[in-house]
């Protein structure tokens, strides 16, 4: 595709559910990240893959998260038993390199009631 | 200290006139440097990258960067009420932190008519 998309676009979830995040980086991107950005603040990394190699996960901030690129393309992001403080917008960006610029996927908005 | 750092703003301009934005940062290793544009709902948008010392130019926007001083700056000529939006500068700090971008809070500009 032209550009990163991500799905769902908005995401409400009860406490306590599991929920999935997926992005399709653009065709090529070898390297993929993912972002969390609460209202008012920049993105704070999460997670790193370089292919299918999850290279850097000291972002995920417990081990409620967690993330796949299997096939060295498409990611998921998984959060288990959601938390009100997991709210936030989750962005999904991917580049040509780990030097290279990165490009944004339009974020799923999450909301946890 | 936060490792990166924006005046948050709001920054005003009227219509025509120069916006000058800064950053610091305070990894002295830090190779590669970007702003992106954040429009209210939206998601980053890379609109410069900077990588050695001096000025950049791209049709109205100026980066510049002193590593020496840890200080990059984004200079927007000729503001345009479309410019209004929340500016990102991003570090990336090279080495085994691979592609890892470290966002400021954003600076939120308004140009008015």
């Known amino acids: 595709g032209a550009g990163v998309s991500q799905s769902p676009r908005y995401k409400v979830a009860k406490r306590g559910q599991d929920v999935a995040l997926r992005c399709d980086p653009i065709?090529?991107?070898?390297?993929l990240f993912w972002y969390q950005q609460a209202l008012g603040q920049g993105p704070e990394f999460l997670t790193y893959f370089q292919n299918e190699a999850q290279l850097d996960k000291s972002g995920l901030p417990s081990d409620r998260f967690f993330a796949e690129r299997p096939e060295g393309s498409v990611s998921t992001l998984k959060i288990q038993r959601t938390q009100q403080e997991d709210s936030a917008v989750y962005l999904c960006a991917s580049s040509l390199g780990t030097a290279n610029e990165q490009f944004f996927g339009p974020g799923t908005r999450l909301t946890v009631l | 200290q936060k490792e990166v750092e924006q005046n948050s703003g709001p920054l005003s301009v009227p219509e025509g006139a120069i916006a000058s934005l800064n950053c610091t940062y305070s990894d002295r290793v830090s190779q590669s440097f970007f702003w992106y544009r954040q429009y209210s709902g939206k998601s980053p948008e890379l609109i410069m990258s900077?990588?050695?010392?001096g000025d950049k130019e791209d049709g109205r926007f100026t980066a510049q960067l002193n590593k020496a001083s840890q200080y990059v700056s984004l200079l927007i000529r000729d503001s345009q009420p479309s410019d209004s939006a929340t500016y990102l500068c991003a570090v990336h700090a090279g080495g085994t932190s691979y592609g890892k971008l470290t966002f400021g809070q954003g600076t939120i500009l308004t140009v008015h008519p």
């Open positions: 900077i990588y050695s010392n």
């Open positions: 065709s090529g991107h070898v390297s």
